[in-house]
């Protein structure tokens, strides 16, 4: 009998606690979340779930596994003694442990691990200062992507991303779990990298920041659409594609941020306390959502299609998880200027002087400049760069229409053309800096 009590005191306490969680997640944070399938929550150190399409009338919130804890058969697995954190989308739930170990969950296998990346996978830890953190999966749901040219590349296996924003808003790193267990890939922020994000949130391989204006953008970049998975073949040549031998081309360069409207101070205040989750299939499908209040102080959120421009808003009456932007906070607080401009020269058939201005990795849009004695010849130049820190990288020269027309009557720059591009008007290249940062172009 005794033991039969027991029992029916450790349930009770079981459903005591999933009972003090809320009956929808309705914004993502760093102890609650949801995908198109479960919502997910954190309370007292342990991860609980219930379906968002149960038949049940209100479906209950259940221990995840037998524990709540990150557990597995694996060998040199280490479970954590409670979970501080996690994140979910797509098919993915990320839960960091108290000892900053990212463990990582397949809601399809339930199976966890506590090792991540290629060739030699090793624990990940989530970096501790940072200013906010997401998991994205860009899977089944989504279906694939389409590139700047409306080509759309269904999926064959998920792509996992893991991102973070750096401690002063101004540096966007992830990890994922086919590359190195690290955060040394970086992606450009808004406004060529001055954009000081206050907060990211991500799903579906969208990234969504805002900043302590209310300023928002978006956009959609991954390891794959930024042009750097060396099994993927891509083009700078914009054209509609055939269903040829190169339907499967990526086109460059990847989409940029698009700034989102902003929400009218006359429909009431948001904090920087931001979600998008993914509803369905291509780039669109996501939902945004800001939370604040309307014009009567009733807190809520606000939200859109990614593509929509008006927004509405939702009433909860929930407490705010954050701080109201202030309403006054129009200076925007921009990052310092990080292009450059570098000497050096384009190797061909012949050797040519040149600068690359704009220099910005890993910003995508740089410009070259050609140097014919006291004339300059100005290029389009693009490049794929995983970080700032790079020395080597693949990109484009682009020859414009209006060059290419004056080549007829100079003779100067039809020898160049003909050296450099032949009858291509897109050609691929390898960029290298020396140790004195001088640029060393080739062409691929």
Not at 94 to 99: P, R
Not at 281 to 293: I, Y
Not at 367 to 381: I, K, Q, S
């Amino acid at each position: 009998m005794r033991y039969y009590l027991i029992a029916f005191f450790l349930l009770m306490a079981v459903w005591a606690h999933g009972a003090q969680l809320p009956d929808r997640v309705w914004m993502k944070s760093a102890t609650q979340s949801f995908t198109h399938e479960y919502d997910v929550a954190i309370d007292d150190g342990r991860i609980w779930y219930k379906s968002r399409k149960s038949s049940e009338a209100e479906p209950r919130w259940k221990l995840l596994g037998t524990t709540g804890l990150p557990a597995s058969q694996q060998k040199n697995f280490s479970p954590p003694s409670s979970v501080k954190a996690l994140s979910a989308d797509g098919d993915n739930l990320i839960a960091i442990g108290d000892n900053d170990v990212v463990y990582y969950m397949k809601w399809s296998s339930r199976k966890w691990t506590d090792h991540w990346g290629l060739p030699l996978a090793r624990k990940l830890h989530l970096p501790r200062d940072i200013r906010s953190w997401s998991i994205s999966h860009r899977g089944s749901l989504a279906g694939g992507y389409a590139d700047i040219d409306g080509h759309f590349h269904p999926i064959w296996a998920g792509v996992t991303t893991l991102y973070v924003l750096s401690k002063d808003g101004l540096s966007i790193q992830y990890a994922d779990p086919w590359l190195k267990a690290d955060f040394a890939h970086e992606i450009c922020l808004p406004l060529r990298n001055r954009f000081r994000a206050r907060a990211l949130a991500a799903s579906g391989s969208t990234l969504f920041v805002i900043n302590d204006a209310g300023d928002m953008y978006t956009r959609l970049a991954d390891f794959d659409t930024l042009g750097h998975n060396p099994l993927i073949a891509y083009s700078y040549e914009r054209k509609i594609r055939s269903a040829t031998k190169d339907k499967d081309k990526r086109t460059l360069p990847p989409e940029d941020w698009k700034k989102q409207p902003s929400i009218p101070a006359r429909h009431g205040r948001i904090s920087p306390f931001i979600t998008i989750f993914q509803t369905g299939r291509g780039n669109d499908a996501r939902t945004l959502r800001v939370e604040g209040v309307n014009r009567q102080g009733v807190s809520g959120f606000f939200s859109k299609p990614l593509q929509a421009s008006a927004w509405s808003f939702t009433p909860t009456g929930a407490p705010l998880e954050k701080a109201l932007l202030s309403a006054d906070a129009g200076a925007k607080d921009a990052g310092p200027d990080r292009e450059r401009s570098l000497r050096g020269s384009l190797r061909t058939s012949e050797e040519y002087a040149v600068w690359v201005e704009r220099f910005n990795p890993p910003c995508a849009e740089a410009r070259l400049v050609v140097l014919f004695g006291e004339d300059r010849l100005r290029l389009p130049l693009f490049i794929a760069a995983t970080s700032s820190q790079d020395r080597k990288m693949k990109g484009a020269l682009l020859l414009p229409d209006k060059l290419k027309a004056q080549s007829d009557r100079n003779p100067r720059l039809r020898q160049f053309i003909e050296s450099v591009f032949g009858l291509k008007t897109v050609v691929n290249i390898r960029l290298k800096l020396d140790n004195k940062d001088q640029v060393l172009i080739h062409l691929d």
